[in-house]
């Protein structure tokens, strides 16, 4: 992932705090965006949701939302953006929490700069991958938009090694009305793969498993 396209949120209601971070981070990731909120509900409106970042993530703003709402709302939207939360009213039950739900990690405040630094490192690392993974499921549902309905009908099949004959009479049986012979089966299967760039059975189950489909 280019850093330039990796965004760095503040999210605290304390103004020094913001500051302060935001210095750290534009001195340390110069490449790298760096911007900060006031609110849980600036961050939730201003923010890109659905783009990689790390968030720095106050547990307890006052008046507004709490840090542990912004994170469940990013949780339901599904949003890839990775959360170090970063507080001086946390407890360990509500820390364990959040780091069972996904967060990287908990410090409290104040910190020293060298393990804020590290607890960020780890975050873009976690962006990274998510950011990969996205990109090659989006890939991946690119080429499967190629394959037509028939052969979605006959990938399953093909994934679980089953011959072109018997996957023939098979589909033959569940739609008398649509007869279907082993030779276009064959045709089917060679065209499947073309267009999903992969060389056999085993990597269209892994293909079809890894992309629920």
């Given amino acids: 992932m280019n850093p330039k396209n990796l965004n760095l949120y503040i999210v605290d209601d304390d103004e020094a705090v913001r500051r302060s971070l935001g210095s750290l981070l534009l001195a340390r990731l110069p490449d790298c965006s760096v911007k900060t909120f006031a609110?849980?509900?600036?961050?939730?409106?201003?923010?890109?949701?659905?783009?990689?970042?790390?968030?720095?993530?106050?547990?307890?703003?006052?008046?507004?939302?709490?840090?542990?709402?912004?994170?469940?709302?990013?949780?339901?939207?599904t949003s890839p953006l990775v959360v170090v939360f970063l507080s001086g009213h946390g407890t360990l039950?509500?820390?364990?929490?959040?780091?069972?739900?996904?967060?990287?990690?908990?410090?409290?405040?104040?910190?020293?700069?060298?393990?804020?630094?590290?607890?960020?490192?780890?975050?873009?690392?976690?962006?990274?991958?998510?950011?990969?993974?996205?990109?090659?499921?989006?890939?991946?549902?690119?080429?499967?938009?190629?394959?037509?309905?028939?052969?979605k009908q006959v990938a399953p099949l093909v994934a679980q090694g089953m011959s072109s004959k018997v996957a023939a009479q098979l589909l033959t049986q569940q739609a008398p009305a649509k007869p279907i012979n082993w030779r276009t089966v064959d045709n089917y299967r060679a065209s499947i793969f073309d267009k999903l760039e992969l060389a056999n059975s085993n990597e269209l189950l892994v293909f079809l498993r890894d992309n629920g489909l």
């Fill in 93 to 151: 039950p509500v820390a364990v929490r959040a780091m069972q739900e996904g967060a990287v990690t908990w410090l409290e405040k104040p910190c020293k700069d060298e393990h804020l630094m590290e607890a960020v490192e780890q975050a873009k690392a976690r962006a990274a991958g998510i950011a990969a993974a996205r990109r090659d499921r989006h890939q991946a549902l690119q080429r499967w938009a190629k394959v037509t309905p028939r052969e």
């Fill in 39 to 77: 609110s849980g509900e600036a961050f939730l409106e201003g923010a890109n949701l659905d783009g990689s970042g790390v968030v720095l993530l106050d547990l307890r703003m006052e008046p507004g939302i709490s840090g542990l709402e912004v994170f469940a709302a990013l949780q339901e939207r």
